[in-house]
């Protein structure tokens, strides 16, 4: 109850009391009382010229928190009565009902707040409110609509604004106001405003009405068209950063080793399940630092991951180099025993890892294009991993000593080349750099044990597609593979979507067997 106070406290600041009069008792009544229709009716009433009082009893009747006896009408606050119209404390008998608010009457009550939320001095709760209108904006509202709207400072909240009272006028009586209003809707954007003209083309009787509402229709289908097109190709930017990501660790592991890691997904999920253990010691232990979290989670995901894989190596791998047929069957062994360790620490069921607040929400580019923030971190981690992986290989005394043992190990044993160190570090890297983008993916979905196997085929086949052993081929196969499948999900479903990029890859390696880049020099007669 005091929560409910509150709300109607702050909700009364809401509203700018010069611009209507005050509740009447008689409004009160007729908006608590009766039947549906005037129920609806006096609402709409009331919201043309609403005050802060009409405001709070809106709100009261949302929360449930009004009641009736007879014909009053009492606020209930802290269990006393109120009287909406004075807002003095009224003796409220103990025969007072609850009023009831149906389905459609909960709609109607919050499009009015919604409504008289126009009036906020937050700039965000004005745009939250006019999201709102643009499905349920009407004639009776049209009032207040267009006071907030020659009140308006901010030109972006009242271009939005100006949609809203175009959809209002579309279900004017005015034959006039609503070809104005089709005249105006064919700027619009936002995928409500489709909803809207098909709704209003299904009821229009006037033939030429009817077909400038099915002008503006196209304008805006085509507005929304290029929305969702740019949409399929930011998924499919996202989608393949998130590829490129665990294809780099197996770019190194497959590509660079020769080693068929079928523990590869299995390495991802454990760097998910580190930076959900480092959520959790935030959570307990500095709480005041938690939006900062997962930048601590980043190297306990790629150190957890890289000694797993530095174990793995050790213990099992280093016994079967040149034999890759015999690497799957191990590493696919490991891979069940890790999931199964998982299973045991943590249980069988998805754990949670939230975003931190500076990742939350997104960018409105367009009315049906937004795009999420952890999304566009992720891809700039993507960008950031690949230049070190690059620097790492290409620039380091390390990655001249992989890079030396890979295209030929007794040379380079004979050089003074410690080969067996070498392929551990090789390994740990790859491993780490899995456990990197497990982390990664922890803030688009949940973690499980499970959370590898989605990716293992599809991480091979951007390393075979791009050519093996080439960070660039990489790149590009993981980007070209991300785009063309979110284009075809649109097309011909998830389902069918995979099936026709297998087959694609399937001819692509039929037609040039050696990926996107191939290998040039001594390693490829290898």
Not at 475 to 482: E, R
């Amino acid at each position: 109850m005091h929560r409910r106070l509150i709300r109607l406290t702050v909700f009364a600041t809401f509203f700018i009391a010069s611009h209507g009069h005050a509740l009447t008792a008689d409004q009160a009544k007729a908006i608590a009382i009766g039947e549906s229709d005037a129920r609806v009716e006096a609402l709409s009433q009331a919201v043309a010229t609403a005050d802060d009082k009409t405001a709070a009893f809106l709100q009261a009747l949302s929360d449930d928190a009004v009641k009736v006896a007879g014909d009053k009408v009492f606020v209930v606050k802290d269990g006393k009565g109120f009287d909406p119209v004075s807002g003095a404390e009224a003796a409220m008998p103990d025969t007072a009902e609850d009023v009831i608010n149906n389905n459609r009457m909960r709609g109607e009550l919050d499009s009015a707040l919604a409504a008289l939320k126009l009036f906020s001095k937050d700039e965000k709760t004005r745009s939250a409110a006019i999201k709102q209108l643009q499905s349920d904006a009407d004639e009776s509202k049209l009032p207040l609509i267009e006071k907030a709207f020659a009140v308006e400072q901010n030109a972006q909240i009242k271009e939005q604004l100006g949609l809203v009272r175009a959809a209002a006028l579309l279900n004017s009586s005015d034959k006039t106001k609503r070809l104005e209003a089709a005249k105006l809707l064919g700027s619009s954007t936002q995928a409500n405003t489709k909803t809207v003209l098909l709704v209003q083309l299904s009821k229009e009787t006037e033939p030429d009405v009817k077909s400038a509402l099915q002008n503006t229709l196209r304008q805006v289908e085509a507005a929304l068209a290029w929305g969702d097109r740019l949409g399929a190709i930011f998924s499919g930017i996202s989608l393949g950063s998130i590829l490129l990501l665990v294809a780099l660790g197996l770019a190194i592991t497959y590509g660079l080793m020769g080693v068929i890691n079928m523990a590869h997904g299995e390495l991802m999920m454990i760097g998910a399940y580190a930076t959900y253990v480092v959520q959790g010691l935030f959570q307990k232990y500095l709480p005041a630092a938690f939006d900062w979290y997962l930048l601590a989670a980043v190297p306990v995901a790629f150190m957890a991951s890289a000694l797993m894989g530095a174990a793995l190596e050790r213990g099992v791998i280093r016994f079967l180099y040149g034999r890759p047929l015999e690497t799957l069957l191990a590493t696919w062994g490991i891979s069940l025993m890790l999931m199964q360790l998982v299973r045991t620490l943590f249980g069988a069921q998805n754990v949670g890892v939230e975003n931190p607040s500076w990742m939350s929400g997104g960018v409105q580019v367009l009315g049906n294009l937004s795009l999420p923030y952890n999304r566009l971190v992720i891809v700039g981690f993507a960008v950031f991993v690949l230049a070190a992986v690059a620097w790492l290989i290409g620039r380091t005394r390390l990655g001249l000593f992989v890079r030396g043992v890979t295209q030929n190990r007794p040379i380079a044993a004979c050089m003074g080349v410690n080969t067996a160190r070498i392929d551990t570090y090789a390994f740990a890297l790859g491993s780490g750099i899995a456990g990197l983008a497990g982390c990664a993916l922890s803030q688009v979905g949940n973690v499980g044990p499970d959370l590898g196997q989605g990716y293992i085929v599809d991480s091979f086949m951007v390393v075979v597609l791009g050519g093996v052993g080439q960070l660039a081929g990489t790149v590009y196969a993981a980007m070209g593979l991300g785009v063309l499948n979110k284009f075809l999900e649109g097309w011909a479903g998830a389902v069918l979507a995979k099936i026709a990029v297998l087959v694609f890859i399937i001819v692509f390696i039929q037609k040039r067997p050696q990926g996107i880049f191939a290998m040039r020099g001594r390693s490829a007669e290898a």
